[in-house]
């Protein structure tokens, strides 16, 4: 047997040997947690139109969207968001609250290396993947919509 | 595996383990064995403003407790060999500044612990040095940054993962005094059946584990029988579980005498998933549980195999499989070794 043919069996023997997991109660509690942050997040939104009735619907959405953000930072902050994390899964990443989780927690963590070298530039060690994708793919929808 | 032999060396002139430390965080101050651990943090900073420094202080507690154990004064320690997790062992060296010892840095991953006594016992036993002390440590916070996210990223851990131990140990060897004798050690060697997954060590370290204890047991012409107690470092419950298929694929049967420090540390329903993992995690129960079980005689002869994943945090971003290691010490009661000496000799007087 070559090593080749050893490594290939041993990995298919430990995928074998890995419980597998269930994803009905990871999608259920993805489903209502991350159901839930819109919910509120639909809340914040209103109540914004109902108490600035001259307020644009386009501006009501920027401020949720802030509000939002804000949450998942000051939760982040507090080491409250990653123990919902654990069992929201998707239900929390999927919401903006994931991506400012995503930039809250290394800038947390990495300011004892300092504020530039540490906090600043490892903020987007995460979400920096992200930013750039999110860039690149509006890019290209600018440009077929340009073509049109 | 199959040219195994020569991996062991045996150590004649008793290297004993004179006293030993154990401290650990909160976390596993609540586990299944925190009536045994020396002392236990309240809180992962330990007093300090980075977890880095709380595991150098972590680290110098355990050397300056051990010392105190074993009734020397610091003054008597005359080498501390030392390893830990993070990019060039600062953590070790970095303790080793606050001891007027020479020191030499070890790295063997998650092996550390046997792989510091395996080094120092043949020191002790050669007569080089006295009161040698072997020391690791990891922690929980410094590990997660290094290998892989932010504590307070809002991520799920895979099923197959670990936790990294938050703790230090520390063995203080010698050949005078009164300890456990250090009988034995197999040095490991480096294998890669090709995971390369990182969230999946127990997988990654069984076969290193399986082709030291095949060699342990070959050299030695033992079977795992012999021993009391047979335990790996930081397998887990799945590596743990390899590891039993892989001995049998290989015609030894791993009896109920075998266990993991990596599934005992914790209890039940701290979710940790597949057990407990770094340098610490067998360091403290080795220098918590065993030693202690070994001294009040529940255990005569342990084979203590700690086993650990040699990856970077580089190696893993570029795609290469992991290699991992395991080195084995045996530890006997000093009533079980000079049982057993004497028995030899009867045996040969009886023959002439």
Not at chain 1, 102 to 124: R, T, Y
Not at chain 2, 25 to 48: H, N, Q, T, V
Not at chain 2, 218 to 226: V, W
Not at chain 2, 293 to 315: D, P, Q, W
């Amino acid at each position: 047997m070559t090593e080749i043919e050893r490594n290939e069996r041993y990995n298919k023997y430990v995928e074998a040997k890995i419980a597998k997991t269930h994803a009905w109660p990871s999608l259920f509690n993805a489903f209502w947690i991350g159901g839930f942050i819109c919910v509120l997040g639909q809340i914040f939104n209103d109540l914004l139109l109902i108490w600035f009735p001259t307020m644009a619907t386009q501006s009501a959405w920027t401020f949720t969207l802030i509000f939002l953000i804000f949450l998942a930072s000051f939760l982040t902050g507090l080491g409250v968001f990653d123990k919902i994390a654990v069992y929201a899964g998707a239900g929390t990443i999927v919401p903006i609250t994931g991506f400012s989780n995503s930039i809250a927690s290394p800038a947390m963590e990495f300011k004892n290396e300092g504020i530039v070298f540490g906090m600043c530039a490892k903020m987007f060690v995460i979400a920096g993947p992200v930013i750039v994708f999110g860039t690149v793919a509006s890019m290209i929808v600018g440009l077929i919509y340009l073509f049109l | 595996m199959s040219d195994s032999k020569y991996q062991t060396i045996y150590f004649k002139n008793k290297p004993k383990i004179i006293g030993f430390y154990s401290i650990v965080g909160p976390k596993e101050g609540k586990g299944s064995l925190k009536e045994y651990f020396d002392y236990i943090m309240k809180d992962d900073l330990f007093g300090e403003k980075t977890y880095e420094k709380a595991e150098r202080k972590m680290v110098e507690q355990a050397v300056m407790g051990a010392v105190y154990n074993a009734n020397i004064t610091p003054k008597e320690l005359q080498l501390f060999l030392s390893g830990d997790l993070l990019n060039q062992i600062v953590t070790s060296s970095f303790a080793a500044r606050s001891f007027d010892v020479p020191y030499v840095g070890l790295f063997g991953a998650c092996s550390t612990m046997a792989e510091s006594l395996a080094v120092g016992a043949s020191l002790v036993n050669a007569g080089y040095f006295n009161n040698v002390a072997c020391s690791t440590a990891s922690h929980f916070s410094t590990a997660e940054r290094q290998f892989r996210y932010p504590l307070e990223l809002g991520n799920q851990r895979p099923p197959t993962s670990q936790w990294t131990v938050t703790g230090a140990g520390c063995c203080i060897l010698s050949n005078k005094g009164d300890g456990p004798v250090i009988t034995s050690a197999t040095f490991g060697k480096v294998t890669d059946f090709g995971i390369n997954d990182v969230n999946n060590m127990g997988s990654v370290m069984a076969p290193g584990a399986a082709s030291t204890l095949i060699a342990h047991f070959n050299d030695t012409n033992t079977t795992p029988d012999d021993y009391d107690l047979i335990v790996t470092g930081d397998l887990g419950k799945l590596g743990s579980e390899i590891l039993i298929d892989l001995m049998e694929d290989h015609g030894f049967k791993m009896g109920v005498n075998y266990n993991d420090c990596g599934q005992i540390i914790y209890n039940g329903k701290q979710s940790v998933l597949m057990g407990g993992s770094g340098c610490g995690c067998s360091a403290t129960v080795l220098n918590s549980y065993i030693l202690k079980k070994i001294k009040n005689g529940e255990y005569k002869k342990v084979l203590f195999v700690a086993t650990g994943a040699l990856l970077s945090a580089t190696s893993t971003q570029q795609g290469d499989t992991i290699p991992g290691i395991a080195h084995a010490v045996v530890i006997e009661s000093q009533e079980n070794f000079d049982n057993s000496k004497k028995n030899v000799k009867s045996k040969k007087r009886s023959k002439k």
